[in-house]
């Protein structure tokens, strides 16, 4: 039976999930160079070790408010395709080892912002993870268009 | 390339390098055809190549470089004299060696390549030598391809006895042989020299400097002088290696790391200003700018990498056109970053086509015009504040001022008004701009319009700057500024709200500080202004450009900037210093904004963007509509309190008639086409009124030709709700008058003449203009008063 690791994090209540060999590392951060114009899914930049990163907002790609960077703010940082991107979060989770047996599509009832950005539900014991489109997530043009 | 051996790739290498080489010497053999020097070098380099291309079974290219040689050796024995003709055939010769190295290095092998042409013109030159002087039979030549290859080991020596004798030189390197350089200084006899080249020929394995002193036929000290003379060569080649640019990428960026980690050492050092601290940190500081130095020093080539190609271009095109060129080359040794010189490459030569082309006449027309025959283009470079500088400059015809304004014109670039009041460099820029070609005819080589807008783009995407200038009948000159490198820059780090920013230095002219009372920012209905020494500076507005909240006007700096050729002010809050920063590539969801150049990190480690100065300028409509709004702006400005009276310089017909800035509500353009009829009067719509127009020309008797043009530039002239509008042929400029001389007129129309920038100008009588347009302005706005006194 196929199973799958997946790094989950909290937004806004929501677990969620992408898979764990899309995430470079998870870290703090507390100081965020914001980005005038740019999409408003665009937290900011900040410094990781001499590389610039964007910092995504999930929030606003879920369709809700920013979120305030004020102190430290978790970044899960994805390696991307080619440049490594951030998705600041609310929480982070576990890593969770999950069979491919507790996943079902997206309900029907998702819609919105959110159902774009999900690929599929995890049933963990006592609350469903969304596994993320990790594409679709740091897709910051998406949201505008 | 990865199948094929390290041998291989080596020599490819080589031969491409050794093939520039010859490409230079044969078009300098051109110009001195008596160098045994630069024959002989050739000679060589083209025998190294034959030698290793036999050894590792290349055979059509052994066969064209055999060729090729054949013909060099009789150039060498002064069988043959140098022509033109024999240089292009070489030439040809070298490009066949060129593609066939490509087509091995693309598909390892050398198919395809027609060289059998090549080697065909070869012969027809050889026996055209020899038609005229008949000597050295072709079977020395065919003895020569026989004993390809064998050119490892120590130097059997071509001498001036053994002519005809293929000369198997050592495969690296191009040392001089010893035997020759000894009887060249008289060390040895050339017979003594030649009975031991002959020894070793014969399998005798001792050097030749060794059985010459052994045999007692030279002095010691003179084989070691010889020989020392020979080792620099060698020791240069030994102590050289050849290093990945990717590694050197890789270090350059570790150093960029170094460096910005330094800062923030530096800066909390500081802080705590313990004295042992401060001085460690101090070194380290020290230590990393050398570090970067060097790095940096190991990226660097000198400027004649990328020339050396152009003598070839310079020679093949010029013969094309039949025009006589002379190529100068002035600072090659001045060194660029390599990701630099190889971005400069395609658009210094299409500078130089470009100049062969168009800058410089065809020799009928130079004498002509009282100049020799031969142009001469001058290829110079130099250092400048931190930029290395690399013009192109010919003596040729100029540009054509007012073909590129006429040009520009019917492109739809400029408007026909603006004209006149653009500075000559500005127009002469408009050269750069797309699809841009005053070219009468289109040749193979250029006039289609494409090329210039490139070389300008690729020379801004690596933060370079291009000009030209240019002196009619005297030449043109076309300068590029280039950054030493181009991942780490000069920039001033600025303050806008509660950000900081980074402005490259290259766009900086100068700062101003605005404290709000000696010096301030003025506005143009909305539009800011700052007055800079007396010329209207459009301003940007950094936080309004960023979408932020707008701040004051008063205890901010405004930075001048330069970017596509146009100067504007970027208004600050505060600009801090003046920093190299690392130039940080911007993720490409950021491009679309185009506000931004990169990003970089800043001393306390925090990211700064890296604004773009061009697109900032584009962004803020600037181009197109400067001038207008400068002259909008002075005609407000003029409220806010100018010492004497400012006038509206306009252009009516040959005349220019200056009419007071204060009468001046707007100035407008109106398209021909919107102007209508009312009785014998011209009227246009305006603002749901009707404006009636009068003519100045009409009215002044100025019967010039019309104007041409879709619009018509009006003075709008408004009281009491009612409003007229003069038709000028254009605006010219806004000036003081003060102090000038001053006449009354005695024509109808007029108050008076003045001298107004070194210009007869004639004063607007305005009011009797008005009166021209609506014989009832006045009347009727004194019954307005009456009706309400009433």
């Known amino acids: 039976m196929a199973s799958r690791q997946f790094a989950t994090f909290e937004v806004a209540e929501q677990l969620f999930g992408v898979e764990v060999h899309t995430v470079q590392e998870v ?32 929030r606003v790609q879920l369709g809700l408010a920013r979120k305030a960077l004020e102190g430290p703010v978790m970044n899960v940082i994805l390696r991307g395709d080619g ?15 999950l069979d491919d047996e507790t996943f079902e599509p997206p309900p029907d009832t998702l819609s919105g912002p959110t159902r774009e950005l999900v690929v599929g539900t995890f049933k963990l014991d006592g609350r469903l993870m969304l596994a993320l489109d990790v594409n679709q997530a740091v897709d910051t043009y998406r949201a505008t268009t | 390339m990865e199948d094929l051996g390290e041998i291989v790739g080596e020599f490819l290498m080589e031969s491409h390098e050794n093939l520039d080489q010859i490409d230079r010497d044969l078009v300098s053999l051109e110009q001195e055809p008596d160098s045994r020097d630069l024959i002989s070098r050739i000679f060589r380099a083209i025998h190294t190549i034959k030698g290793t291309s036999g050894f590792l079974a290349f055979s059509r290219l052994e066969t064209l470089a055999h060729a090729g040689e054949s013909l ?28 066939l190295l490509s087509s091995i290095e693309e598909n390892g092998s050398e198919n395809d390549v027609d060289v ?61 042989p010893l035997g020759e350089m000894l009887v060249e200084s008289g060390a040895a006899h050339p017979s003594d020299v030649g009975s031991a080249l002959q020894q070793q020929i014969e399998g005798d394995e001792r050097k030749l400097g060794t059985i010459l ?16 003379a020979q080792t620099p060569k060698r020791s240069i080649a030994d102590s050289a290696i050849r290093v990945d640019v990717d590694l050197l990428d890789t270090l350059l960026n570790m150093v960029g790391e170094l460096v910005l980690a330094r800062n923030q050492l530096v800066r909390g050092v500081m802080e705590i200003g313990d004295a042992t601290l401060v001085r460690s940190a101090q070194r380290l500081g020290m230590i990393t700018s050398e570090l970067q130095e060097g790095i940096m020093k190991t990226r660097m080539q000198p400027i004649e990498h990328i020339w050396s190609k152009l003598p070839r271009v310079v020679r093949d095109l010029s013969n094309s056109l039949d025009k006589q060129v002379q190529l100068v080359m002035q600072g090659k040794e ?18 130089v086509r470009n100049a062969v082309d168009h800058g410089i006449e065809e020799p009928e027309r130079r004498i002509a015009s009282g100049k020799g025959p031969e142009g001469t283009l001058t290829l110079r470079a130099y250092h400048e504040g931190g930029h290395v500088a690399v013009e192109v400059a010919d003596d040729g015809a100029g540009l054509n001022v007012e073909r590129i304004a006429q040009k520009a014109v019917e492109n739809g670039l400029l408007r026909k008004d603006q004209i006149p009041n653009m500075d000559k460099r500005d127009i002469m820029a408009m050269v750069f701009q797309p699809g841009f070609s005053t070219a009468a005819k289109v040749t193979n080589v250029s006039g289609r319009g494409v090329g210039m807008d490139v070389v300008k783009t690729n020379i801004e995407n ?34 806008c709200g509660d950000q900081r920013y980074v402005v490259p230095q290259v766009a900086v002219l100068e700062l101003v500080f605005i404290d709000g009372q000696s010096t301030k920012i003025e506005y143009a209905s909305g539009a800011p202004v700052y007055r800079l020494r007396g010329k209207l500076l459009p301003l940007v507005r950094l936080d309004r450009a960023l979408g932020l909240e707008v701040g004051t006007d008063q205890g901010v700096y405004i930075m001048v900037l330069q970017a596509d050729g146009r100067r504007f002010g970027l208004v600050v809050d505060r600009v801090l210093n003046t920093e190299e920063v690392v130039v940080k590539a911007l993720n490409s969801r950021f491009k679309d904004i185009g506000l931004y150049a990169g990003a970089t990190i800043l001393g306390d480690g925090k990211v700064g963007l890296i604004l773009d100065v061009s697109s900032l300028a584009r962004r803020s409509h600037l181009a197109a509509d400067a001038e207008r709004s400068n002259l909008e702006a002075s005609s407000r400005a003029v409220a806010g309190g100018g010492t004497g009276e400012r006038l509206l310089v306009t252009a009516v017909g040959e005349r220019r008639v200056a009419i007071p800035l204060d009468t001046v509500t707007r100035l407008e353009e109106f398209p021909r086409d919107r102007i209508e009829h009312a009785g014998s009067r011209e009227v246009v719509q305006y603002r749901g009124q009707i404006l009636p127009l009068v003519r100045l020309s009409h009215l002044l008797g100025a019967y010039g030709e019309e104007p041409e043009g879709e619009t018509v530039s009006v003075v709008v002239y408004s009281e009491g709700g009612r409003s007229v509008a003069l038709v000028v042929d254009r605006i010219v400029d806004i000036a003081e008058n003060s102090t000038t001389a ?39 706005l004194e019954n307005d008063e009456m009706l309400v006194e009433a």
């Open chain 1, 83 to 97: 440049e490594p991107v951030s998705l600041v979060v609310d929480r982070i989770g576990e890593v969770v080892d």
């Open chain 1, 27 to 58: 870290l703090s951060y507390n100081e965020y160079t914001p980005v005038p114009l740019a999409p408003p899914a665009v937290g900011g930049l900040f410094n990781l070790r001499g590389q610039v990163i964007a910092a995504v907002d999930l």
């Open chain 2, 72 to 99: 060099l050796s009789k150039l060498r024995d002064g069988v043959q004299p140098v022509t033109p003709a024999t240089i292009t055939v070489l030439l040809a010769t070298i490009d066949g060696v060129r593609s």
């Open chain 2, 334 to 351: 001045t060194e660029l970053d390599r990701s630099l010189l190889e971005a400069v490459k395609d658009p210094l030569t299409h500078l």
């Open chain 2, 742 to 780: 001053r006449r009354d007129a005695e024509e109808d129309g007029l108050v008076g003449t003045a001298v107004i920038q070194q210009r007869v100008t004639e004063l607007l009588d305005v009011r009797r203009a008005i009166l021209a347009a609506d014989p009832n302005f006045y009347t009727d």
């Open chain 2, 462 to 495: 690596i933060g370079g700057a291009v000009s030209v200038d240019s002196t009619p009948g005297e030449g043109t000159v076309w300068r590029l500024t280039i950054p030493l490198t181009l991942a780490i820059i000069q920039a001033l780090t600025v303050d």
């Open chain 2, 116 to 176: 059998e042409s090549i080697i065909a013109q070869v012969h027809a030159q050889m026996n055209a030598g020899e038609a005229a002087a008949p000597a050295e039979a072709a079977p020395a030549a065919e003895a020569e391809a026989a004993a390809p290859a064998a050119a490892a080991e120590e130097t059997p020596v071509p001498l001036e006895e053994t002519p005809v004798r293929p000369a198997p030189e050592p495969v690296e390197g191009q040392r001089r």
């Open chain 2, 213 to 228: 002193l052994e045999e007692g036929k030279a002095q010691p000290a003179a084989v070691s002088e010889a020989l020392q």
